[in-house]
């Protein structure tokens, strides 16, 4: 359970750092950070399946 805590909690900084810097970066300057879309990108590959094991360890 603590693997997945680590795994969830890095997802969401991935997501907090990199999504938010593409977002601002798209809006203000209409220009498509590839770089920035790859880190959100990983952020959200992690995010969903750590959140998967997450609800499916509690209900079991």
């Given at each position: 359970?603590?693997?997945?805590?680590?795994?969830?909690?890095?997802?969401?900084?991935?997501?907090?750092?990199?999504?938010?810097?593409?977002?601002?970066?798209?809006?203000?300057?209409?220009?498509f950070?590839?770089?920035?879309?790859?880190?959100?990108?990983?952020?959200?590959?992690?995010?969903?399946?750590?959140?998967?094991?997450?609800?499916?360890?509690?209900?079991?």
């Amino acid at each position: 359970m603590q693997q997945n805590s680590a795994l969830l909690l890095f997802s969401i900084n991935l997501l907090i750092v990199f999504g938010s810097g593409f977002v601002i970066g798209y809006v203000r300057t209409g220009d498509f950070y590839i770089g920035q879309m790859i880190g959100t990108a990983a952020g959200i590959i992690l995010f969903v399946p750590s959140l998967i094991l997450r609800i499916r360890n509690k209900s079991s």
